[in-house]
């Protein structure tokens, strides 16, 4: 298992972190925000699923994530939670990270965005990084659960699937990391195979990237992808379903 540091980072002109270790943004420039929702939870229907679900039959609905950086992700899916999904059910947020963001810096990134104030205070009101380690988190009195492993990707996906850290596979997968050219490692196909292993027939993935190396992989590894638009500037991002 490997034993990551802290990541390092540099602020830009405009509060945007940068991670220096990967040379590119922790998220767009624009709207970080806006970014998050139309990749994440747009991209993966969150809004109408989640309105779906049969609040007679209380489960829980699993969302797994390559690459935690700052949290961004897990407070729009979050949002997007509390905003449809029924009180009977459960959010399980599963993310790795190699390089944790220090609380301090999550919380002066996740400060651009007022309307995540409640969900930046209580996430940095518990998050302790831990380099090589798991922790557990728990949210609106128990109806939503973080996790993240502090770990290489296709390692800690390994042991999210054989140490029990998600009652049953993905329903959704966020694939975040930092793009193929800059980050070669979080898109290996070790990493596939293990997404494919934590899939089942319907779960969605979707990703600001569309890169030929990745559409090839998760095709090989049983995804229908699609290429649709992506937010703002850039022009393209996959998603799609296991099959």
Not at 46 to 64: A, H, M, Q, V, Y
Not at 78 to 97: I, M
Not at 122 to 143: C, D, H, K, N, T
């Amino acid at each position: 298992m490997n034993q990551p540091a802290l990541a390092s980072i540099r602020w830009d002109a405009i509060g945007v972190p940068y991670a220096a270790s990967f040379d590119d943004h922790y998220f767009c420039v624009d709207n970080g925000y806006e970014e998050a929702i139309h990749v994440g939870c747009l991209g993966n229907a969150l809004p109408e699923r989640f309105r779906e679900l049969d609040p007679g039959k209380p489960g829980i609905f699993t969302i797994i994530e390559t690459g935690f950086g700052i949290g961004l992700d897990f407070c729009c899916a979050w949002e997007t939670w509390e905003a449809n999904a029924p009180v009977s059910w459960k959010l399980a947020f599963v993310s790795v990270e190699l390089f944790p963001v220090a609380v301090e810096d999550m919380g002066r990134a996740l400060g651009l965005w007022p309307r995540l104030a409640k969900y930046r205070g209580e996430l940095i009101g518990q998050y302790v990084p831990s380099p090589g380690g798991v922790q557990q988190m728990f949210f609106a009195e128990g109806r939503v659960q973080l996790t993240v492993v502090f770990d290489e990707v296709a390692s800690a996906l390994q042991r999210i699937r054989e140490d029990g850290f998600v009652a049953h596979v993905a329903d959704a997968w966020f694939l975040d990391g930092f793009a193929p050219s800059k980050n070669p490692q979080m898109w290996r196909e070790e990493v596939f195979v293990e997404v494919a292993a934590l899939s089942q027939l319907g779960t969605t993935f979707s990703t600001f990237t569309a890169a030929g190396q990745v559409r090839r992989l998760l095709s090989k590894h049983g995804f229908a992808v699609q290429k649709v638009p992506a937010h703002g500037k850039k022009k393209h991002m996959l998603t799609g379903c296991y099959q």
